[in-house]
C-alpha cells in the first residue's frame, strides 16, 4: 500500500489496495488512513455494488439509500446513486446527511461514469476552517447551535439542532458544522445576526487554503469523514456522470461542553414572528422541550 498526500490539510491518494476484496484487517488499515487524511482517493478500483456494499459495512450501519432522492438505475437497497448529463448535482458546500439527529460518520462513492471534462469535486477541512477563526470568533461560536434542515430535498420537515462547533470523537478536533446545504439558522441569533455569522462561517469552510480537489477517471473510489469535512461538486460539465454512494450512519454529535449543546443561551425566536424559519424553530424548540419532559 502506498500513500502520498495530496494537500497540506486534507487529502490522499492510496495504490497497492483491491477493496473488493478488502477484510476488516484492511478496513482498519484504511480507517486509520481517513483519520489522518480526512479524504481518501482510490485509483483504479472495480468494485460492483454488493462488495461496496461489503466494504461500507466494516465501518458501521449503512444508510438505506438516500431519505429524499430515488436511485435512477440501481435498485440495491443501500446504494445512493445518482446520474446526472448537464448539472442537476450537489453544487453546495454540505455534509452529508447533516440534517439527521445522527448524521453521517463517512461516505464511500464509486465514480462509475464520469464525463471528459469538468465534474470535479471538491472538499475542505472543516478543522482548519475552526482553527483560522479568531479567538473572540472561535469562543463565541463553541456556545452556539444551529437548526439544520431537508428544505434541499424539499422536505423541511426534516429538521434537527447541532452545535455550530463539533468536537472530532476520535481525534478531538474542534471543527465548524454549519453548511450552506442543509444549515437555516444560527438559534440563540436574531434572524438578521443569523444570517451574518452564517454567511461568514459559510465562507470560511470554501476558503481555498483548506481543500482539494479531486479531476474524476471512472473507477476511482473516494472515501470521506463527514464529521471534518464538507464537500461540493463543481456544476460545469456536460456528459454523463453517474456515482454510486454508500453512508455510514450513527454519528453522535458532541459540542464543545454541555454548555455548548445545550447552549449558555436561550433561543432568540421572536414571539409574533411570521417568518417560515421563525414558526419552524419554534416548533422544533417545542417539541424538544416536551421531549425532555417526557
Partial sequence: MQVERLAADLGAEVTGLDLSVADQTIADQVYQLLLEHKVLFFPDQTIEPAAHVALGRFFGQLDPGHPNLKNPFSDHPEIFELAASRGGIADEWHSDLTFQEQPSILSILNMVTCPDVGGDTMWTS???????????????????????????????????IHPVVRVHPETGERCLFVNEHFTRRIVELSPTESDMLLRHLTTAVADNRFTVRRRWKAGTVAMWDNRCTQHQVQNNFEGERII??????????????DEARWPRWSGATRPGATSRLDRQLRNHLRQMAATDEG
Fill in 126 to 160: 472543516l478543522s482548519a476552517a475552526y482553527s483560522a477563526l479568531s479567538p473572540p470568533l472561535q469562543e463565541m461560536c463553541d456556545g452556539l447551535t444551529a437548526l439544520h434542515d431537508a428544505d434541499a430535498h424539499n422536505r423541511s420537515d426534516q429538521a434537527t
Fill in 244 to 257: 454510486q454512494r454508500v453512508t455510514v450512519i450513527g454519528d453522535t454529535v458532541t459540542g464543545v461542553s
